[in-house]
């Protein structure tokens, strides 16, 4: 799935500043790719949280694109993490092709 590049920028309570990506859907829906668990889903750029108690002091929509696995990476987080923290407009995913009714045309 095509996604925007996002830059965001948040401090720890120390104070000091870091950055971190997220990947924007033409949808509104945000992924943050993390380095130890499966990614982080988000269900608009201004719910994405940074780690603990760091805050966000801002972000920056790029030019930049990137092709990124969205259903396995909603499929992986949902089973870390639980359905809820899946964008309840990205959950349709969680239904295995196995599990969907048959369309009756």
């Known amino acids: 799935m095509f ?19 997220g990947y924007l859907l033409a949808t509104g829906e945000v992924c ?6 499966h990614d982080g889903w988000f269900a608009s750029i201004n719910d ?11 972000h920056v ?3 930049r694109h990137a092709t990124i696995h ?15 923290a899946v964008p309840e407009s990205l959950r349709h995913w969680l239904v295995r092709d196995s599990q ?3 369309r009756r045309f």
Do not use: H, L, M
């Open 3 to 21: 996604a925007t590049i996002v830059e965001f920028t948040a401090v720890e309570e120390s104070g000091r500043e870091y950055n971190f990506t």
């Open 32 to 37: 943050v790719p993390y380095e130890t668990t």
């Open 48 to 58: 994405v949280d940074a780690c603990g108690t760091d805050q966000i002091t801002g």
């Open 61 to 63: 929509i790029t030019t």
């Open 70 to 84: 969205a259903i396995a990476s909603v499929r992986g987080s949902a089973q870390e993490f639980g359905a809820e």
């Open 100 to 102: 969907r009714k048959p």
